[in-house]
């Protein structure tokens, strides 16, 4: 099975639960899998992971918070992402629902990643001004995230 057909699978596992994320992604049987495998295929799903974020149409809040623990799981270590995956996971998370506060923040991980990158497009910095507006300024949390948004989209 890829890596984008086990995030889908893992989504689809995820959304029954309702904050139930103590066991990190591997509680679920796809997480275990997405977890085990060699380093470009998590790459590849870290990308896919991003891509399968509910938008706010479709809010459902077991994925948020499951596909955020695996999101930030994944970004821990050194994955080998290009440019092409930097900007599709700041568009993904731009059109995303808000994250779930805490360990599954999955903007505050995006953003880690981008702070290491060299350099960011045009596109990267587009989606990070949305990322930024999207966030707004509600919590500590949300201004802080907001701020580095903008800082990385001004370099």
Do not use: F
């Amino acid at each position: 099975m890829t890596p984008e057909k086990l995030v889908r699978a893992y989504a689809r596992e995820a959304t029954p639960l309702h904050g139930r994320g103590n066991g990190g992604p591997a509680q679920l049987p796809s997480g275990a899998l997405i977890l085990a495998l060699d380093v470009e295929a998590r790459a590849r799903a870290a990308v896919e992971t991003y891509r399968a974020l509910p938008t706010p149409a479709r809010n459902v809040y077991g994925q948020r918070v499951m596909l955020g623990l695996l999101a930030t799981t994944l970004l821990k270590k050194k994955l080998p992402l290009v440019q092409k995956d930097l900007e599709a996971m700041t568009e993904g998370a731009a059109r995303a629902a808000s994250p779930a506060q805490g360990p599954c923040d999955y903007d505050l991980a995006l953003l880690k990643t981008l702070e290491r990158a060299v350099w960011l497009s045009p596109k990267t910095k587009a989606a990070l001004v949305k990322l930024a507006e999207r966030r707004g300024d509600g919590y500590a949390v949300d201004r802080r995230v907001a701020a580095t948004c903008r800082s990385l989209a001004e370099r």
